[in-house]
């Protein structure tokens, strides 16, 4: 038994002591070191009944280095005052607090806000902290614990609040401008003067077939009739969707690890084409062989002009970890046949495996435009017919279209 438990005890035999010997004294001082550790252990037993540690952002999703505030406020909504407490709120990494030199964890990737005082029966206190952070993510903000103790500081105590809130920082967003593609049109005509986004099912009339042409453009019937291949004419599409497919992997193996600077770079770029797309109206989506956090599916968000798809996708590249679910070329067979004809794809990639190329390949077979932006020269350089490439070495180097 810790000698402090035994406080009780001790004041109980002086008291009896004290009383059967006819020693007042004794008495009354065991008595008093018995109440005394009797209430010291009911005050601890009860710091914690009805306070209140409550936390509140100013946001839940900021782009990087903007500041947002977190309001934390105590309260204690009894008559049994806390002589004195410190509560400690944990946060990620990579979150930082303006003019706070943040405590170490033994916990990896978090570190601690921590603020020390005494709280008054019935009263409450309140703290302002300016947050921010330079790396995209999904911050966590807690758990946090409080301890205190009673007024002789014998049972210090400790509660918990197990709660975990996060803050999502989007990904460095450019200009198309910045990055070397044309800000008007990255994506439009290539050689050989098709329309940009066509319907299949509204055909405006035929023309003489052209190198390059697609099968499924090819009008048998008339080419019959004629004697020489034709080809149709289709109406521009009303809804333009561009989908854009995000590879994860920087490097061959994944036992390889992966190239943090390398990945950075694909998830901005992706970023910023997808901010470029819904600021043009298109239907955008994206697909990346990354994943949700503690979700084990893919990220998938299929093309929408919905109010909110632009925020949704700029969170899902936030989230985006080193960990992939499989390759990329598997997400994109799964997904080939939801594709609305004449979607524009951008993939985005710094590694083009086969199976990727492939994938490709067959999409721009379909009759998809197809564009890869290649954020490293083995990527560019991969062999890709139909597919338009366009190097983006960094973030502020010119492109080159390849193809």
Do not use: C
């Not at 200009?175 to 329309?195: C, I, K, Q, V």
């Not at 694909?266 to 910023?272: C, E, G, K, P, W």
């Not at 991969?382 to 597919?387: N, Q, R, Y």
């Amino acid at each position: 038994m810790p000698f402090r438990d035994s406080w009780p005890l001790i004041g109980g035999v002086l008291f009896f002591v004290g009383f059967g010997a006819g020693l007042p004294l004794v008495a009354l001082v065991g008595l008093g070191v018995m109440v005394l550790g009797l209430g010291a252990r009911w005050w601890s037993r009860h710091l914690f009944d009805r306070l209140v540690l409550h936390r509140r952002l100013s946001e839940r999703r900021v782009f990087i280095d903007e500041p947002v505030t977190l309001e934390v406020e105590l309260t204690n909504r009894k008559l049994l005052p806390l002589p004195w407490f410190e509560w400690r709120l944990a946060l990620g990494e990579h979150l930082r607090v303006a003019g706070e030199s943040l405590a170490a964890s033994a916990v990896p990737g978090l570190h601690y806000l921590v603020r020390r005082g005494t709280l008054g029966w019935y009263a409450a206190e309140r703290w302002r902290f300016e947050l921010a952070s330079s790396q995209r993510g999904y911050h966590p903000i807690g758990p946090a614990a409080v301890r205190s103790s009673d007024i002789l500081g014998a049972w210090p105590s400790r509660t918990e609040d197990v709660g975990v809130d996060h803050l999502v920082v989007f990904p460095r967003v450019y200009r198309l401008a910045e990055l070397g593609l044309p800000a008007e049109r990255p994506f439009g005509e290539t050689r050989g003067g098709n329309r940009i986004f066509e319907d299949p099912l509204r055909i405006a009339g035929l023309r003489e077939y052209r190198p390059g042409d697609p099968l499924r453009r090819i009008d048998w019937k008339a080419t019959a009739r004629a004697g020489d291949l034709r080809s149709r004419v289709y109406e521009p599409s009303a809804s333009r969707q561009l989908y854009v497919f995000l590879n994860i992997d920087t490097l061959e193996h994944a036992w390889e690890g992966y190239l943090a600077d390398e990945l950075e770079r694909l998830v901005s770029l992706a970023a910023s084409v997808v901010s470029w797309a819904a600021g043009a109206r298109y239907a955008v989506g994206l697909l990346a062989n990354g994943a949700f956090p503690d979700a084990d599916r893919p990220i998938r968000l299929p093309p929408s002009r919905s109010r909110d798809q632009h925020a949704r996708l700029l969170e899902a590249l936030a989230v985006i970890q080193p960990l992939t679910m499989g390759d990329l070329a598997g997400a994109i067979r799964r997904e080939a046949g939801r594709l609305q004809a004449g979607t524009t794809i951008v993939t985005v990639a710094s590694l083009v495996p086969r199976p990727l190329a492939d994938a490709l390949e067959r999409l721009a077979g379909e009759g998809h435009r197809v564009h890869l932006l290649a954020t490293s020269e083995r990527a560019a350089a991969a062999p890709l017919p139909g597919v338009t490439v366009a190097r983006v070495a960094g973030a502020f180097q010119p492109a080159e279209v390849l193809a």
